[in-house]
């Protein structure tokens, strides 16, 4: 393992494309699971980033972020699929276009 | 010969990645983007960090895809639904939202490509980072935990009803 010395640029460019795919996908999908599904992908690009940095300093502080990263997702995944139950059950649609009106 | 494994992980990441984004069936993207996790573990653990990458995989790719696996068989999403979902994946679509994102990685790889270090090399093992973690970090964790249990009481709220419409029908 000591023979690893990527660059750290190369990583945080990883990072950054993960990180661009999930926002592509977010702006492009409107099916509400696939929109969660991109949140995911934004969240795990920033944890990567964060354990580069981690790796890079040579600091457990980067895995400390990840842990609260995880911890973060968890919380917006289980509530967010707590939303699509409702959407579904109130609208029988998981197209966020039908959800823009509140109180609809 | 890590160097290869690396790249090539990041590879399968991203490609796995703009995969499960791209596709029509729930299912199928479901799994494209557990592979992406598992890529995205297998770097981490390049980068020295195996707590990280085991964590990855138990909590992002088990626990957390899990969910998700849950709720679209729940769900039941069928033929009408891909095809609604392919109707959306035309060009006419993504081309926007797909030069915006190039855009911004561009940028994002011009901001980064700079510099010419190197991740140190070193392991940084769970013991440090639970030093870290209940040490400096220590009111983060309470944070987390308040989080977690107000994403525990909105998820049983948000179910509620299902839980109740299942009840009715037992009696």
């Known amino acids: 393992m000591n023979t690893m010395l990527i660059p750290l640029e190369h990583v945080l460019v990883v990072a950054s494309m993960l990180f661009a795919l999930g926002l592509f996908g977010l702006m492009l999908r409107r ?61 029988h649609t998981l197209d966020m276009n039908t959800a823009i009106r509140l109180k609809g | 010969m890590s160097f290869v494994l690396f790249y090539l992980a990041a590879a399968v990441a991203v490609g796995a990645t703009a995969m499960a984004l ?22 981490f653990f390049l980068m020295g960090a195996p707590f990280a990458a085991a964590l990855e995989v138990v ?4 626990a957390i895809m899990v969910l998700f696996v849950f709720v ?49 090399g070193g392991t940084v093992l769970p013991k440090e980072v639970a030093l870290k973690l ?12 308040m989080l977690l249990l107000a994403g525990l009481v909105g998820a049983y709220h948000l179910g509620q009803h299902f839980l109740a419409r299942d009840r009715g029908r037992d009696d």
């Open chain 2, 59 to 62: 909590v992002y790719a088990g």
């Open chain 2, 22 to 43: 791209t596709r029509a069936n729930a299912a199928h993207a479901l799994i494209y983007l557990i592979v992406s996790l598992l890529g995205v573990a297998v770097l």
């Open chain 2, 72 to 120: 679209i068989m729940m769900l039941n999403l069928g033929e009408e639904s891909q095809r609604e979902e392919r109707a959306l994946l035309d060009f006419g679509h993504w081309w926007l939202p797909g030069f915006l994102t190039l855009l911004l990685l561009a940028e994002l790889i011009y901001v980064m490509g700079y510099s010419t270090s190197t991740l140190s």
């Open chain 1, 31 to 91: 099916n509400i699971i696939f929109m969660l599904m991109s949140l995911e992908v934004m969240l795990n690009a920033a944890a990567l980033a964060f354990i580069a940095a981690g790796a890079h300093w040579q600091a457990a502080d980067g895995q400390v972020m990840f842990i609260f990263i995880l911890a973060i997702a968890a919380a917006e995944v289980s509530v967010g699929l707590g939303l699509v139950l409702q959407m579904r059950r109130q609208m």
């Open chain 2, 134 to 145: 209940f040490g400096p970090y220590v009111l983060g964790v309470e944070l987390a935990s």
